[in-house]
């Protein structure tokens, strides 16, 4: 696969981005450490409300030491990584939010507009098609992109938690063995190297893979609305069937090659973790090889296909066009009211998770990453 990234806009140097993110990991690295305990009791809990789906999946046979893991038991850890997956990406969305409209903000030309209004001489200096341009690709944008983003950031979760927690479990095994052998000797604490392995996955993503998806994606969505001009008498409504062909045009640009090219390092990035603990570099190329799997390509197509059409059926298609999908409405109303619907959909909508997480394809690809 090739991993070509275009890595663009300046790293994330606000404090509360950074300290959020660092609270994130520290959430993440807290639950990986002490969640893995031999809770027994709450095993046998748990299974009762685990996923048929989960049921019928074979022991991989990449891993001997598992051989004698329980399968119970891991059925069940698999279902508590499903669940700690779902607090996760909740812990991180404000995070989320925060960068995407940092840098969709359009809020200046829209200050620019109102002044247009009270003091029209000023059009000599402002273009007023200028900057309703420049508001329907930053409003346009900021919709496609946290769909893109709040997608890959489910999904790397997924893989993270589902390859530590059986990373762990496979260590609590083998600390069991010792202590009945009487020699705890080679027993090493992966406390610090899980939190490197977390700490650089979500370090990439928040500070490289969202600015650079974002920034590809204005060029991509400048590109496919340059027939649209708020201004212009010829494009000035649009219906909802027109909207969704426009946001169909964008994905099949960006999705030409997978979107995790966004996300996993190129070979000189991944040269860069040669100095850190072998074993946390080792869970961190697992991590990279999964997302270049078969599974994730498949969990990534089906994720982004379920994301969009509720972003349509419960978002955008209801409060800008209502029940008549062939009224046309303002274009400027549209691009003005997509903001609203990326905060219902994406940062209101709890359930959206779990429309992503009962995904077939989705609980594959955790069940891949627990080996």
């Given at each position: 696969m090739d991993r070509r990234r275009r890595?663009?806009?300046?790293?994330?140097?606000?404090?509360?981005?950074?300290?959020?993110?660092?609270?994130?990991?520290?959430?993440?690295?807290?639950?990986?450490?002490?969640?893995?305990?031999?809770?027994?009791?709450?095993?046998?809990?748990?299974?009762?409300?685990?996923?048929?789906?989960?049921?019928?999946?074979?022991?991989?046979?990449?891993?001997?030491?598992?051989?004698?893991?329980?399968?119970?038991?891991?059925?069940?850890?698999?279902?508590?990584?499903?669940?700690?997956?779902?607090?996760?990406?909740?812990?991180?969305?404000?995070?989320?939010?925060?960068?995407?409209?940092?840098?969709?903000?359009?809020?200046?030309?829209?200050?620019?507009?109102?002044?247009?209004?009270?003091?029209?001489?000023?059009?000599?200096?402002?273009?007023?098609?200028?900057?309703?341009?420049?508001?329907?690709?930053?409003?346009?944008?900021?919709?496609v992109a946290t769909a893109y983003s709040y997608t890959l950031l489910s999904l790397t979760l997924n893989v993270q938690l589902h390859l530590l927690g059986a990373r762990l479990l496979q260590q609590q095994q083998q600390q069991q063995q010792q202590e009945a052998n009487e020699n705890d000797s080679g027993f090493d604490d992966s406390t610090s190297r899980h939190k490197i392995v977390l700490t650089r996955t979500l370090d990439e993503f928040f500070q490289q893979s969202v600015p650079s998806l974002v920034e590809v994606l204005m060029k991509t969505i400048k590109e496919a609305l340059v027939d649209w001009d708020v201004t212009d008498t010829t494009s000035l409504e649009i219906t909802s069937d027109k909207f969704q062909e426009k946001l169909t045009q964008i994905r099949m640009t960006m999705e030409q090659n997978p979107l995790i090219t966004f996300i996993v390092p190129e070979s000189d990035k991944a040269q860069e973790t040669g100095d850190i603990n072998p074993i946390a570099k080792y869970i961190l190329d697992e991590t990279w090889d999964i997302m270049e799997s078969p599974a994730w390509e498949v969990a990534e197509r089906d994720a982004l296909d379920a994301v969009f059409h509720i972003v349509r059926s419960q978002?955008?298609?209801?409060?800008?066009?209502?029940?008549?999908?062939?009224?046309?409405?303002?274009?400027?109303?549209?691009?003005?009211?997509?903001?609203?619907?990326?905060?219902?959909?994406?940062?209101?909508?709890?359930?959206?998770?779990?429309?992503?997480?009962?995904?077939?394809?989705?609980?594959?690809?955790?069940?891949?990453?627990?080996?």
């Open positions: 890595r663009g806009g300046p790293s994330l140097t606000t404090v509360v981005t950074t300290a959020a993110v660092a609270y994130g990991t520290y959430r993440l690295a807290s639950w990986v450490f002490d969640n893995w305990n031999g809770n027994n009791n709450e095993d046998e809990e748990n299974e009762r409300h685990e996923p048929e789906a989960m049921r019928s999946m074979p022991a991989r046979s990449l891993r001997p030491s598992y051989a004698t893991v329980d399968r119970r038991t891991r059925q069940v850890r698999r279902m508590q990584c499903r669940v700690e997956t779902a607090k996760a990406l909740n812990d991180f969305l404000p995070t989320l939010k925060k960068i995407l409209e940092e840098r969709t903000n359009f809020s200046g030309e829209t200050r620019q507009l109102k002044q247009l209004r009270v003091t029209p001489q000023l059009e000599s200096s402002i273009s007023k098609s200028d900057l309703w341009n420049a508001i329907q690709l930053k409003s346009v944008t900021r919709l978002g955008w298609d209801p409060a800008i066009f209502g029940s008549d999908q062939e009224e046309s409405k303002p274009l400027a109303v549209v691009v003005t009211k997509l903001r609203h619907t990326v905060t219902d959909v994406f940062y209101k909508n709890e359930g959206l998770f779990a429309e992503l997480d009962r995904l077939p394809s989705v609980i594959e690809l955790g069940q891949v990453s627990f080996y």
